[in-house]
């Protein structure tokens, strides 16, 4: 009996050798390679990809495309099921990797249709922003075909991995869409339901503006006081919620003018508020490579799944993100006369599919709310929202050609050629106040203030203006249209209204002044 106990546990020792073995050569075989060379026919020329001690990729390449390829190939080896998690995230087709668990959180992404979007986005990009995605797409390819075996998150789930498409890229980022503007559609969403049980009164009271809002242009919110609402005590339930405290998220930059420095030189810092991850969302980076005779060195983090630098510097400008409470999203209400279609799609899962079914509407995805029909307009949904016009940054010099832009040299005379404080004065449209700046601090918040409206004008489509002076009229302001030089009365956020002048000096010289 007892050489019986000893041979089983010989046999279990054995065993449990063979199998620690075997996972351990298939979790090792799922590694990448490292260090090596090999030939590729998607790079134009000798590319490599080094780590640092920190084991931060740094990436040498003679084009642009070049680097991009590089980049997916490292974020391919480090991050793939991350980069994964995300486009399936946005495109809500997580179903196929968690089955049936995973079949609620994809209906309410299939909500938005960003598949589709991202397609229809894809088509309408600059050539070379197309094919940068499609370098970069192959380069993760790349990666994955290097390495036999799935990670381990692929071995646990019994799914397989999919090619990286260019659209694919662009789900990643309508995934950071989802995480830092989700809560505006939703707070709209539940504003819309206390309208429809306590009245427009209650929303009022609870969305009342204050003065610690502000606008980038310096307008103002017009305040109004709401009075406590009277409840309807027959809305009133027994049951209770216990309220806990908001978790308080945000973001912050700061800027510091050469002043201020030693150097000389600026210094950006940008404090990017989000959740906690393993890994962590950001991937350190630098890009080294050549346009067009030009050695750029590119520092900073990317987004694993795109091929830009989202927050970094070229050494002569350097670009942050933070994301700030403003409202992107309404729920439009539809009457009866206003057309609706509904779609339907698979969700599929490993063991069977599943029916969604989503009605759309010309404002956008309708949901209904105590018997009505409501639609949500944001910008995620909108054509412009995704695009790779940061990658233009890499090339800036200065802050004009960062924006892409050269200000309006009639623009440029008007606040440079003296201090003062704002001018009151009456023009034939009205009352207005010109803009001014009394000392070199004032004037370089105006030219903070102007970049914000540039910024904004860019992600709206717009084209650029610049504004000088303020009017009666509530959110209507005086600008420049940069490339003509006329003077337009423009409300904020929408293309100019009227054109008042040809130029700035007509502008003027109708004015009178005002006490």
Known sequence: ????????????IIGALIATATVYGILTLSLPELSGKTQVSDISSNTS???????????NAKSRKDAAFTLGYAHGQDRFFQMDLLRRNAAGELSELFGKAAVGLDKKMRFHQFRKRSKKILKSLPPEHTEILKRYAQGVNL?????PYSSFEYLLTGASRKPWLPEDSLLVIFSMYLDLQSKTFNRDLTLTYIAEQFG?????????????QAALDGSEFELVEYAIPSINKSLFTNVTHEIHEPKDIGS????????????????LADDMHLGLAVPIIWYRTQLNYVENDKNYQITGVSLPGAPAVVVGTNGHVAWGFTNAYIDTADWI????????????ERIVTPDKEYMYSLEKSEFGPVKHIAGKKYALKWVAHQDYAV????????????VEEALSLKLNPDYCEYFTRYYSDNLKANAPQGRCELLQVFNSED?????QNLIGHLLMKQRLRQAPTLFFGLTDEEDFILTVVNESGEVALEQVGREPAKILAPSLAVFIEQLTPAI
């Open 443 to 447: 004037f370089e918040r105006l030219q």
């Open 143 to 147: 990666a994955q075909s290097h390495t």
């Open 1 to 12: 009996m007892t050489k019986i106990i000893k041979w089983l546990s010989l046999f279990f």
């Open 200 to 212: 427009s009164e209650m929303v009022g009271f609870l969305t009342q503006p204050s003065q610690y």
């Open 333 to 344: 209400a539809l009457d009866e006369t206003q057309e609706t279609k509904t779609i339907h």
């Open 252 to 267: 912050n930059n700061w800027a510091v003018t050469g002043r201020l420095t030693e150097s000389g030189n600026a210094l």
């Open 387 to 398: 695009d790779m016009e940061l990658m233009n940054l890499e090339r800036a010099t200065n």
């Open 49 to 59: 990809l080094e780590r640092d001690a920190l084991g931060h990729a740094v990436i």
